[in-house]
């Protein structure tokens, strides 16, 4: 395996402070989108966050394709049939990982982080799985994606809506989802 480069990583003057866990828990999925266009110091911090992620064995097997051309978006939603919004949206970046071991765990990783820090930033997004063969196999002769990669998803990014504010997010109670030792024995009492 080869060496991979260091990159410094310093805090910058500009970038505001976020709590992590509001991010997290007040975070929903997106399918509709503001048409504005997203700024290029956003879109690139949204790619960092995704370069940042943790990986298996730090092989940073990840490739992230920036697409923000009206007609390509547009040939994107109709061919992901469940993404039809992509073409909606005035940004998307493909997330495609090459020879790694746990191709969607790696994926999955960054495509978190980049969510995150989307959503601090106003934006919205929803991930687009692509489980059917032949729409994957045309996405990635579309976007140029050579055979032996993997594409994992489509994240189309927007500001969001205004029916987005104050949507909430529910979730199980900690009750149903946690253990203490051994399954069925309950971490919480609530």
Same mark, same amino acid.
């Given at each position: 395996m080869? !060496?991979?480069?260091?990159v410094a990583i310093a805090r910058s003057e500009e970038v505001k402070p976020v709590e992590v866990y509001e991010c997290i828990r007040s975070r929903v999925t997106v399918r509709s989108f503001k048409p504005d266009p997203v700024p290029e110091a956003v879109v690139r911090r949204v790619l960092r966050a995704g370069r940042w992620a943790p990986s298996s064995r730090n092989r940073q097997p990840w490739h992230f394709i920036v697409v923000s051309d009206p007609q390509m978006l547009k040939r994107l939603g109709e061919i992901a049939t469940s993404g039809r919004f992509i073409a909606d949206a005035p940004l998307a970046i493909a997330i495609v990982v090459d020879d790694a071991d746990r191709p969607e765990l790696d994926a999955g990783r960054a495509l978190q982080q980049m969510e995150l820090v989307a959503w601090d930033e106003g934006l919205g997004t929803c991930f687009v799985g692509l489980r059917v063969e032949e729409q994957n196999r045309q996405i990635k002769e579309l976007l140029g994606i050579p055979e032996q990669m993997e594409l994992v998803t489509?994240?189309?990014?927007?500001?969001?809506? &205004? &029916? !987005?504010?104050?949507?909430?997010?529910?979730?199980?109670?900690l009750r149903e989802i946690t253990h203490r030792e051994r399954f069925g024995d309950p971490y919480i009492d609530e």
């Amino acid at each position: 395996m080869a !060496t991979l480069p260091l990159v410094a990583i310093a805090r910058s003057e500009e970038v505001k402070p976020v709590e992590v866990y509001e991010c997290i828990r007040s975070r929903v999925t997106v399918r509709s989108f503001k048409p504005d266009p997203v700024p290029e110091a956003v879109v690139r911090r949204v790619l960092r966050a995704g370069r940042w992620a943790p990986s298996s064995r730090n092989r940073q097997p990840w490739h992230f394709i920036v697409v923000s051309d009206p007609q390509m978006l547009k040939r994107l939603g109709e061919i992901a049939t469940s993404g039809r919004f992509i073409a909606d949206a005035p940004l998307a970046i493909a997330i495609v990982v090459d020879d790694a071991d746990r191709p969607e765990l790696d994926a999955g990783r960054a495509l978190q982080q980049m969510e995150l820090v989307a959503w601090d930033e106003g934006l919205g997004t929803c991930f687009v799985g692509l489980r059917v063969e032949e729409q994957n196999r045309q996405i990635k002769e579309l976007l140029g994606i050579p055979e032996q990669m993997e594409l994992v998803t489509l994240l189309p990014f927007g500001y969001r809506t &205004d &029916d !987005t504010e104050g949507r909430g997010n529910r979730r199980r109670p900690l009750r149903e989802i946690t253990h203490r030792e051994r399954f069925g024995d309950p971490y919480i009492d609530e």
